[in-house]
């Protein structure tokens, strides 16, 4: 290619980022405009986001349920939404994200979820969208998903969760929920989450036993399932993945007892026993935790 070649195609390559943030065409991401009365749902891939963004949805927005075809412009996901699009929703919003800190979040709800379900979901999820194949063995996943590989920018399930943990557990604009919790007792854990939103504040939500009752029967895991079939080649977060295998899955907690194999749960829990303990999972393996230790996390 001829130098002057090479010089327009870096100068495109250089303008081609600003054109898309002055045009609007960006996809919001760590960029996104923030505003005050903002409320980020936020966790770790395949710690039950898209599950208690259904919740959410169907107990905020009651004119019509929520479906993989409209959840995004109710409980939107940042990186897959221009900041355009999302500046021109009705406010106060809530934005689903699966950052580690970011300071300037004013009001966060943090979902926090047992890291050895969250490897089993994550290397299906993996496999889905073709990163790695069927027959990979889970037990060369598990050292890759310990070590942040395949989501580096979120850094490892550790670094994600202690970073919210340990900068804002005793924040009032900070609520921490277990997703094991939300799937025990979802009534309980969602009239928590109204009265988070109440002091944010935040728009007027029936938190009734029956608009609780509703919302979680709109959300259930099979109702989900129904729906992704219908709609999983519209959606973007499944569109261009296999449609062979599903995004929401069996939808519990516990399942890495009898999935895991005995060295990668040793592995998860040398690496994050310590951090795992103070959230309330008991450990099943004689380890060792890792001595970057965490300070004991908020159930609030």
């Known amino acids: 290619m001829p130098a002057s070649d090479k010089s327009i195609e870096r100068l495109f390559d250089a303008l081609t980022p600003a054109w898309r943030v002055l045009s609007g065409r960006q996809f919001a991401g760590r960029g996104l405009t923030v505003f ?23 107990l905020i927005y009651t004119d019509s349920p929520v479906t993989f075809s409209n959840i995004e412009s109710r409980i939107p996901e940042i990186y897959f939404n221009r900041d355009r699009f999302l500046r021109q929703l009705p406010r106060p919003r809530v934005l689903k994200s699966h950052e580690s800190f970011q300071p ?11 890291p050895r379900d969250v490897a089993i979901s994550f290397y299906h ?3 889905k969208a073709g990163n790695i194949p069927d027959d990979y063995p ?3 996943f598990v050292p890759r998903f310990i070590a942040a590989e395949f989501d580096p920018k979120f850094g490892s399930w550790r670094d994600n969760a202690l970073s919210w943990i340990a900068l804002r557990k005793d924040d009032p604009r900070f609520l921490m929920l277990r997703y094991e919790d939300l799937k025990s007792d979802p009534t309980l854990v969602l009239s928590q989450v109204v009265a988070f939103l109440d002091r944010c504040p935040f728009r007027s939500i029936d938190s009734s036993p029956a608009a609780l009752r509703h919302a ?12 992704e079939k219908k709609e999983a080649g519209r959606w973007v977060l499944t569109k ?10 069996s939808a519990t907690s516990g399942g890495w007892k009898s999935q895991l194999p005995p060295e990668s749960v040793e592995a998860i829990e040398s690496a994050w026993g310590e951090l795992m303990q103070s959230l309330g999972y008991e450990l099943a393996s004689v380890c060792a935790s890792s001595p970057q230790s965490s300070p004991r996390g908020s159930h609030s």
Not at 240 to 249: E, I, L, Y
């Open 125 to 127: 999820h993996n496999v």
């Open 240 to 249: 261009d993945t296999r449609q062979d295998k599903p995004f929401v899955r």
């Open 36 to 58: 005050s009365d903002d409320v980020f749902l936020v966790s770790y891939p395949r710690s039950g986001n898209t599950w208690t963004r259904f919740l959410l949805g169907n």
């Open 216 to 227: 979680i029967e709109l959300s259930s895991p099979e109702r989900m399932r129904d729906l």
């Open 138 to 140: 889970i037990t060369q």
């Open 104 to 114: 300037h979040y004013p009001h966060v709800i943090y979902i926090v979820r047992d």
